[in-house]
């Protein structure tokens, strides 16, 4: 297989989550790779920076300012894709939030929020994107954001893990589902990465939590939203043409499940 399993010019991607972190440099490589990329967040400046990078380097984006909650907008935005580039060939399901609260703390309120976002914004978008590949004949790639909260029991990270143990579960039940359209569905599952959502208010304290996380992974480290996108990018291209239904894990070595 040759490098050019990796390029994607001539295909349209949707990028939720895109306005900053492992969704804007994902947005900003599919697009280097040669993909026209529209991007979607509820952040409309730090969406408007991510279109400006990437046209700025030669590329073709656009922006959908929308909440992935919102289903009509979502289905918008897909549409927009398909006016613009005749088919969707790459969804990217990204978008999400963090929560952190105990068990015995955690409020009907916080798993409401944290199952919308992180649960059924991913699902909406995979419906969207299939409905519509399915529509054009389109062979083409879904990608679910889990997390490496969905191999281990982290204190404090309840709704979070468990909206992200669905998204698992969604990826291969659609790739099940789907794969006889030539489909494929499969889903990242990032270790600790160092992005606007995981950061801190207090920044000894973020050190501090970065160090106790390092010592946790062979690699000594936590990771970067850079490297997170290029497992997207894999997961997106013809480098992944026989992989359906599987969770691909750059994590560090924090877990190492069968």
Same mark, same amino acid.
């Given at each position: 297989?040759?490098?050019?399993?990796?390029?994607?010019?001539?295909?349209?991607?949707?990028?939720?989550?895109?306005a900053?972190?492992?969704?804007?440099? $994902?947005?900003v490589?599919?697009?280097?790779?040669?993909a026209? %990329?529209? #991007?979607?967040?509820?952040?409309?400046?730090?969406?408007?920076?991510?279109? /400006?990078?990437?046209?700025?380097?030669?590329?073709?984006?656009?922006?959908?300012?929308?909440?992935?909650?919102?289903?009509?907008?979502?289905?918008?935005?897909?549409?927009?894709?398909?006016? $613009?580039?005749?088919?969707?060939?790459?969804?990217?399901?990204?978008?999400? %939030?963090?929560h952190?609260?105990?068990?015995?703390?955690?409020?009907? *309120?916080?798993?409401?929020?944290?199952?919308?976002i992180?649960?059924?914004?991913?699902?909406h978008? #995979?419906?969207?994107a299939?409905?519509?590949m399915?529509? $054009? /004949?389109?062979?083409?790639?879904?990608?679910?954001? *889990?997390?490496?909260?969905?191999?281990?029991?982290?204190?404090?990270?309840? #709704?979070?893990?468990?909206?992200?143990?669905?998204?698992?579960?969604?990826?291969?039940t659609l790739?099940?589902?789907?794969?006889?359209?030539?489909?494929?569905?499969?889903?990242?599952?990032?270790?600790?990465?160092?992005?606007?959502?995981?950061?801190?208010?207090?920044?000894?304290?973020?050190?501090?939590?970065?160090?106790?996380?390092?010592?946790?992974?062979?690699?000594?480290? %936590?990771?970067?939203?850079?490297?997170?996108?290029?497992?997207?990018?894999?997961?997106?291209?013809?480098?992944?043409?026989?992989?359906?239904?599987?969770?691909?894990?750059?994590?560090?070595?924090?877990?190492?499940?069968?």
């Amino acid at each position: 297989m040759s490098l050019a399993a990796y390029d994607l010019t001539g295909r349209t991607a949707l990028v939720t989550g895109a306005a900053g972190g492992i969704g804007r440099a $994902t947005a900003v490589l599919l697009a280097q790779a040669g993909a026209a %990329v529209h #991007c979607a967040d509820l952040d409309e400046k730090g969406l408007n920076r991510t279109t /400006g990078l990437i046209r700025e380097a030669g590329g073709e984006a656009w922006a959908h300012p929308l909440d992935v909650t919102d289903r009509p907008a979502l289905a918008a935005a897909v549409a927009s894709a398909v006016r $613009t580039g005749g088919s969707l060939h790459i969804a990217a399901a990204i978008a999400g %939030v963090m929560h952190r609260s105990t068990v015995l703390e955690t409020q009907d *309120a916080d798993l409401d929020r944290v199952l919308d976002i992180n649960f059924k914004g991913v699902l909406h978008t #995979c419906q969207e994107a299939a409905r519509s590949m399915i529509g $054009t /004949g389109t062979r083409g790639s879904i990608v679910t954001m *889990a997390s490496g909260a969905v191999d281990t029991g982290s204190a404090e990270l309840l #709704c979070y893990g468990a909206a992200k143990a669905a998204v698992v579960q969604l990826t291969k039940t659609l790739a099940a589902e789907i794969g006889r359209h030539g489909i494929r569905v499969n889903a990242v599952a990032p270790g600790w990465v160092r992005t606007p959502m995981t950061e801190r208010d207090d920044a000894a304290g973020q050190r501090r939590v970065e160090a106790t996380l390092s010592r946790m992974s062979p690699l000594e480290r %936590v990771g970067e939203a850079q490297e997170i996108a290029h497992a997207v990018l894999h997961l997106a291209s013809d480098a992944s043409s026989f992989t359906t239904g599987q969770i691909l894990r750059p994590n560090g070595g924090v877990a190492m499940p069968w």
